[in-house]
């Protein structure tokens, strides 16, 4: 890794070398797992809720490391170590330090709904041209966002990294790590209101990225967002807006629904001086998707990308688990959406599913970090489902007892109707003697609830 010595990684941290050997070698990595760690590599070790990273250091030491990273002094180490009072603040520290040496661009991605698929789909298109680097997984926090950039290797052309916040403070603190040369917004919605009060605190959090980019950097926006459409920009270079309105500088147009099977769409664009028509066809199903091809475009034509090149790289792009994941089983057709939740990204779920054909069922569960107005916002689901499409409802969880007391004057006994549960295991039990083979099923909640368990179950 380009820079990265034992003698820079101590200064970036501002730890103390101990058992300095001379070694002037660049590390091989930096993990704070060690079961990842390879030889040459950087240990960092963190104590977390269950595990001390610390009763690790023998194993990475014999397992070749160049040096580890600790808050206390080892009884046995046999590689050299840098003493720190904060393993999790030294391991931003390195990689803000190896941010500030990386000579490649990164695009930082946020937004209340879509961050993840936004990512996708914006590092499959740039993989038409670039060597991509992007974030794995949900490494999107203070702890996954750092290990990302220090994931860039000398191949890596151009790096995506998705961001997500969930209180004041926290984007800063991201974002001045990872100094984006461009900035995209997918929306700003209600979640995380526990902290961030509402959408106006939202809309402050998230936008504190545009302070540490690249004052000559990109900005991206959906254009249709209310909140993104009246920000004022920071400094002279024009925002870049993306939507399905035509005053969009990319806008989506002569969309054709084709259900759980995905759409096409001819996509306009008129950006730096350039302007054209890319006719695409999207295979992943739900409008939200168009959002994502359309921020895609966007960042591809900034880019430089030829039209050919955006409409390959978008052929590219596919769905991950637990994020709108069509699954089709003998019996069913799974919509698989249970890695997160709030209010926007419920009634996109319970949209995409109102695009089937079949009979359409919707396993909902709780939706947390949304302050006082939880009840209410939970209702306002239940109340949504039956006007949408939703011909079975099933809510399970503490707070879904508002979904499902919301949504029983939709239910008529016969062609609609509610059920609730307390936990997914009761419900589990109860599934067989609900559901009808042919089904679409939507399973949707916060990721706390575990409703992967669900998908686990319907699709053995």
């Known amino acids: 890794m380009k820079g990265l010595t034992l003698k820079s990684i101590a200064k970036a941290c501002g730890g103390i070398l101990k058992n300095d050997n001379g070694n002037d070698a660049e590390a091989s990595c930096v993990v704070i797992d060690s079961r990842l760690i390879t030889e040459g590599g950087i240990f960092i070790a963190t104590v977390g809720e269950r595990v001390d990273g610390h009763s690790f250091i023998p194993d990475v030491a014999s397992k070749g490391a160049l040096g580890v990273i600790c808050e206390k002094e080892p009884s046995d180490c046999s590689v050299p170590y840098i003493l720190v009072n904060d393993s999790f603040k030294a391991l931003t520290d390195v990689a803000a330090y190896y941010r500030s040496i990386l000579d ?42 750092p290990l990302t950039l220090l994931s860039i290797r000398k191949e890596h052309e151009i790096a995506v990294v998705e961001m997500g916040i969930s209180d004041f403070g926290e984007m800063s603190e991201l974002a001045s790590v990872s100094k ?22 939202v809309l402050k ?10 004052p000559q950097g990109a900005v991206i926006f959906n254009g249709d967002d209310d909140k993104l459409i009246s920000f004022k920009k920071p400094y002279e270079r024009e925002i870049t807006y993306f939507g399905m309105q035509e005053t969009n500088d990319v806008y ?20 730096n001086g350039k302007s054209g028509k890319i006719d695409i066809k999207i295979s992943l199903p739900g ?34 688990s637990g994020r709108s994941n069509i699954i089709r089983t003998e019996k069913y057709t799974i919509i698989d959406d249970c890695y997160n939740a709030n209010p926007a990204s419920m009634k996109a779920a319970i949209d995409l599913l109102d695009k089937a054909d079949t009979r ?9 970090e949304l302050g006082a107005d939880e009840a209410k916002l939970h209702s306002s689901i239940g109340e949504y489902a039956f006007l949408h499409g939703v011909d079975i409802l099933i809510t399970i969880g503490d707070l879904s007892k508002n979904m499902y007391e919301a949504a029983k ?26 559901l009808r083979g042919n089904d679409s099923i939507l399973i949707k909640a916060s990721h706390g609830m575990h409703f992967e368990k669900i998908v686990e179950s319907l699709t053995a």
């Open 104 to 145: 490649i661009p990164v695009i930082g991605i946020t937004g209340s709904v879509g961050k993840t698929s936004t990512k996708e789909f914006i590092a499959a298109t740039l993989s038409a041209r670039y060597n991509v680097l992007k974030t794995q997984g949900n490494f999107n926090n203070a702890v996954g966002m």
């Open 180 to 201: 984006p040369d461009t900035c995209v917004i997918t929306n700003i919605g209600k979640c995380h209101l526990e902290k961030l009060i509402d959408r106006d605190g």
């Open 205 to 214: 959090e998230k936008t504190q990225m545009l302070k540490f980019m690249n």
């Open 252 to 271: 989506a147009a002569d969309i054709v629904n084709k259900g759980l099977l995905g759409s096409e769409a001819s996509v306009f664009y008129n950006m």
């Open 287 to 320: 409008d939200h998707m168009i959002y994502n091809v359309l921020s895609a475009v966007a960042v591809g034509i900034e880019y430089g990308l030829s039209e050919n090149e955006i409409k390959e790289g978008l052929s590219r792009a596919g769905s991950t």
């Open 360 to 368: 359409k069922v919707a396993i909902l569960g709780d939706m947390f």
């Open 409 to 434: 004057n939709g239910a008529d006994g016969k062609d609609k109707a509610v059920y609730y549960f307390k936990t997914k295991e009761e419900a589990m039990e109860e599934l067989p003697g609900i």
